[in-house]
Structure formats: structure tokens, C-alpha cells
């Protein structure tokens, strides 16, 4: 069974640092694109970031180029989300997903606040 699992939210000051795991099972994140989005409250999800499977080829929203950084541990089947210089904005809940056979797989969310 297909699982994804996010920890490491949590309260931050302006212009700090967090970072999100993504704990996977039941697949083998290393054959994959995985992917971390986020939805503030009243607003749609939006795509943060993508790692791809072949190459880790990485891939970032605008908003958040240059100060998020994802990366995959294929060993400990594991993703991560670096978010360094946050900022209120930046509040929301993030999800990890993948899609297998055409089928998206998401987790419960990890809420992330920034207070200013």
C-alpha cells in the first residue's frame, strides 16, 4: 500500500529555516518523480517543488527559487524540502506526492507557519 508521510512543520520566525520529510512505503521512491506542493488557507494547492527519478533533475516555483531546496534519500526511500529565508507567505500546509500508473498519491500535510 502506497504511503507518504510529512513531518517537520512547525512555527518559524521571519527569515528562518525548516525542513520537511517525506517518509514513503509500500513503493520505491527512486523509480518516481516526487513532488511538494502547498495550500494556504484559502487558496489553491500550488506545486512547490519536483525532483525527477532519473538524473534528480529538480524543478522550483518562482516563489520560492533560490531559498527551497528539495532532494530524495533513495536509501531511506525518503524526500526532503530545505525552505531556508521564509517568510509569511510561505504559511500554508505542505503535502508530498508522487504518481504511479497515472494515479496521484498524496500525504496528510505538514502545517508550516512563519510568523512575522
Avoid: H
Avoid at 34 to 60: C, F, H, N, P
Avoid at 100 to 105: A, E, F, G, T, V
Amino acid at each position: 500500500q502506497v504511503q507518504l508521510v510529512e513531518s517537520g512543520g512547525g512555527l518559524v520566525q521571519l527569515g528562518g529555516s525548516l525542513t520537511l520529510s517525506c517518509t514513503a512505503s509500500g513503493f520505491f521512491i527512486g523509480s518516481y518523480a516526487m513532488s511538494w506542493y502547498r495550500q494556504a488557507a484559502g487558496k489553491e494547492r500550488e506545486l512547490v517543488a519536483s525532483i525527477l527519478d532519473i538524473g534528480g533533475t529538480t524543478d522550483y516555483a518562482d516563489s520560492v527559487k533560490g531559498r527551497f531546496t528539495i532532494s530524495r534519500d533513495n536509501d531511506r526511500n525518503m524526500v526532503y524540502l530545505q525552505m531556508d529565508s521564509l517568510e509569511p507567505e510561505d504559511s500554508a500546509v505542505y503535502y508530498c506526492r508522487t504518481k504511479i500508473l497515472l494515479k496521484p498519491y498524496w500525504g496528510r500535510g505538514t502545517q508550516v507557519t512563519v510568523s512575522s
